[in-house]
């Protein structure tokens, strides 16, 4: 073994480690890995707590139209395309209204749930929002797939708003 692949070896593995402890999953005590206790996040939202109480929330599915029409959407739910949140929330409330169909959503209003397939374009969607000064939204990790795995009610096709042609 020659001095760079040792060297690369061991980078490698200093990376690791720096990483596990940036995400609180080591020590740097011992080389074990130490599992923290997960606290709840109370921007998480679970599927008990959404189906429990689904009138109360607006919920947003990000994913694209097309997917919401193949595969179905949780009842009463709006689409925003994660492609279009950034564009959307420029938007007037009038255009906004006009475009999804649905009040636009505002940086105050805590009833905004995010959802998508499962779960990773609602982090993307979260730090867009966040970025632009959103704080009380909820998040739905488990997103559509848990809602289906756990025998959420569907609108199967999914009918998302389609704007009127102008």
Same mark, same amino acid.
């Given at each position: 073994?020659?001095?760079?692949?040792?060297?690369?070896t061991?980078?490698?593995?200093?990376?690791?480690?720096?990483?596990?402890?940036?995400?609180?999953?080591?020590?740097?005590?011992?080389?074990?890995?130490v599992?923290?206790?997960?606290?709840?996040?109370?921007?998480?939202?679970?599927?008990?707590?959404?189906?429990?109480?689904?009138?109360?929330?607006?919920?947003?599915?990000?994913?694209?139209?097309?997917?919401?029409?193949?595969y179905?959407?949780?009842? @009463?739910?709006?689409?925003?395309? !994660?492609?279009?949140? =950034?564009?959307?929330?420029?938007?007037?409330?009038?255009?906004? &209204?006009? *475009?999804?169909?649905?009040p636009?959503?505002?940086?105050?209003?805590?009833?905004?749930?995010?959802?998508?397939?499962?779960?990773?374009?609602?982090?993307?969607?979260?730090?867009?929002?966040?970025?632009? @000064?959103?704080?009380?939204?909820? !998040?739905?990790?488990? =997103?559509?797939?848990?809602?289906?795995?756990?025998?959420?009610? &569907?609108? *199967?096709?999914?009918?998302?708003?389609?704007?009127?042609?102008?």
């Open positions: 073994m020659t001095a760079f692949q040792v060297s690369r061991h980078r490698t593995y200093i990376g690791y480690a720096t990483l596990l402890l940036l995400l609180g999953c080591a020590s740097s005590q011992n080389t074990k890995t599992v923290k206790p997960q606290l709840k996040d109370p921007q998480v939202i679970t599927f008990e707590e959404l189906s429990r109480e689904l009138e109360a929330y607006t919920v947003v599915d990000i994913r694209r139209r097309d997917e919401v029409i193949e179905g959407q949780i009842p @009463g739910s709006h689409v925003l395309p !994660l492609q279009e949140i =950034s564009e959307a929330l420029g938007l007037s409330e009038e255009e906004f &209204l006009f *475009k999804y169909g649905f636009k959503i505002r940086n105050d209003d805590t009833s905004i749930v995010l959802t998508c397939t499962a779960g990773v374009r609602v982090q993307i969607a979260n730090k867009l929002l966040t970025e632009n @000064g959103y704080r009380n939204h909820r !998040l739905y990790l488990g =997103s559509f797939n848990d809602w289906v795995k756990n025998g959420g009610e &569907l609108i *199967k096709p999914g009918k998302p708003f389609q704007p009127p042609i102008q």
